[in-house]
């Protein structure tokens, strides 16, 4: 079986070399520096080095003004030019004539009619359940495509059994902030039960938020242990990929890139594709809508 791993990291886009403001030039990246021999940056964009390859995404798709996130990861995850159908960026949440295409067309929905195995390996706290039974629906697009495609949202209790992960990665915010009863698990364990859970999957998705968080917020305590794990856990990955599995990394647009700045930038979103096809989709995925329609064709 073919297993694809798609790790969606919000706001991360290629950058400037810098290393007051660029977090991969600042604290440093193994991830780049170790398999590709160098950081991506604006004035060398396209990367390669045995089969894996960084390349930038277009996050604009022609659209003036700074990507959002509800436009561009729908984009992402529907294959749809979402701001140019709507005429704007929008975000953090998906507009509302957006909807109706996302419950259509989504990764996770496209998959289940080709009797296709997915899974969602977030995990979420009680109190964002709370918050969806309450019947508000202010959710990003990954949620919103999982309960409109009847995909499972794991709980805290899928962390305890091994069969999900946080956010973070490591279970550090959902222990000091939530006081969850939680091991903090490194970068390697949590590499090996994706592989794992992506193993048994045609498609695992894996949704990393703290990016695009951290790029707001600025928090200096939080940006280098958080970038160190990031950097363990992506390194991991693809230093342990199976034959069979395809590693796709992709962003809606920058942000943790570049904090001089707490908005969003017009840096082209960070690519990274290693594994099993890795070559076709480099060349295949141009901007956010290409990125759903380049993994559907593997399974054709």
């Given at each position: 079986?073919?297993?694809?791993?798609?790790?969606f990291?919000?706001?991360?886009?290629?950058?400037?070399?810098?290393?007051?403001?660029?977090?991969?030039?600042?604290?440093?990246?193994?991830t780049?520096?170790?398999?590709?021999?160098?950081?991506?940056?604006?004035?060398?964009?396209?990367?390669?080095?045995?089969?894996?390859?960084?390349?930038?995404?277009?996050?604009?798709?022609?659209?003036?003004?700074?990507?959002?996130?509800?436009?561009?990861?729908?984009?992402?995850?529907?294959?749809?030019?979402?701001?140019?159908?709507?005429?704007k960026?929008?975000?953090?949440?998906p507009?509302?004539?957006?909807i109706?295409?996302?419950?259509k067309?989504?990764?996770?929905?496209?998959?289940?009619?080709k009797?296709l195995?997915?899974?969602?390996?977030?995990?979420?706290?009680?109190?964002?359940?709370?918050?969806?039974?309450?019947?508000?629906?202010?959710?990003?697009?990954?949620?919103?495509?999982?309960?409109?495609?009847?995909?499972?949202l794991?709980?805290i209790?899928?962390?305890?059994?091994k069969?999900?992960?946080?956010?973070?990665?490591?279970?550090?915010?959902l222990?000091?902030r939530?006081?969850?009863?939680?091991?903090?698990?490194?970068?390697?364990?949590?590499?090996?039960?994706l592989?794992?859970?992506?193993?048994?999957?045609?498609?695992?998705?894996?949704?990393?938020?703290?990016?695009?968080?951290?790029?707001?917020?600025?928090?200096?305590?939080?940006?280098?242990?958080f970038?160190?794990?990031?950097?363990?856990?992506?390194?991991?990955?693809?230093?342990?990929?199976t034959?069979?599995?395809?590693?796709?990394?992709?962003?809606?647009?920058?942000?943790?890139?570049?904090l001089?700045?707490?908005?969003?930038?017009?840096?082209?979103?960070l690519g990274?594709v290693?594994?099993?096809?890795?070559d076709?989709?480099?060349?295949k995925?141009?901007?956010?809508?290409?990125?759903?329609?380049?993994?559907?064709?593997?399974?054709?």
């Amino acid at each position: 079986m073919h297993s694809t791993i798609l790790i969606f990291m919000d706001g991360v886009g290629i950058g400037k070399k810098d290393n007051e403001y660029n977090p991969f030039f600042k604290y440093g990246f193994k991830t780049f520096f170790s398999v590709f021999g160098e950081i991506p940056n604006l004035e060398n964009q396209k990367l390669s080095s045995n089969g894996s390859y960084i390349f930038p995404v277009d996050a604009c798709m022609g659209i003036p003004d700074l990507p959002l996130s509800g436009t561009g990861q729908t984009s992402i995850f529907c294959g749809v030019n979402a701001s140019k159908i709507i005429g704007k960026h929008f975000g953090p949440y998906p507009y509302s004539t957006l909807i109706p295409i996302i419950e259509k067309q989504n990764i996770f929905k496209e998959f289940k009619r080709k009797k296709l195995k997915v899974n969602f390996v977030n995990a979420y706290p009680k109190v964002f359940f709370d918050y969806i039974n309450s019947g508000r629906r202010r959710l990003s697009v990954t949620t919103l495509s999982c309960l409109l495609s009847n995909v499972r949202l794991n709980k805290i209790s899928d962390i305890h059994s091994k069969r999900a992960l946080s956010a973070e990665i490591n279970n550090n915010r959902l222990v000091e902030r939530l006081k969850y009863k939680l091991p903090i698990i490194s970068s390697e364990t949590a590499g090996k039960r994706l592989i794992r859970i992506a193993s048994n999957h045609h498609l695992t998705v894996f949704e990393i938020f703290h990016t695009d968080h951290l790029g707001h917020g600025r928090v200096a305590d939080l940006l280098e242990p958080f970038t160190k794990t990031l950097d363990e856990f992506l390194y991991f990955l693809i230093s342990n990929l199976t034959q069979n599995m395809t590693l796709l990394i992709c962003s809606d647009h920058g942000n943790f890139e570049d904090l001089s700045t707490k908005m969003h930038t017009l840096n082209p979103a960070l690519g990274l594709v290693a594994g099993k096809y890795s070559d076709i989709i480099s060349k295949k995925i141009k901007s956010l809508d290409n990125i759903k329609p380049a993994i559907m064709e593997m399974y054709d």
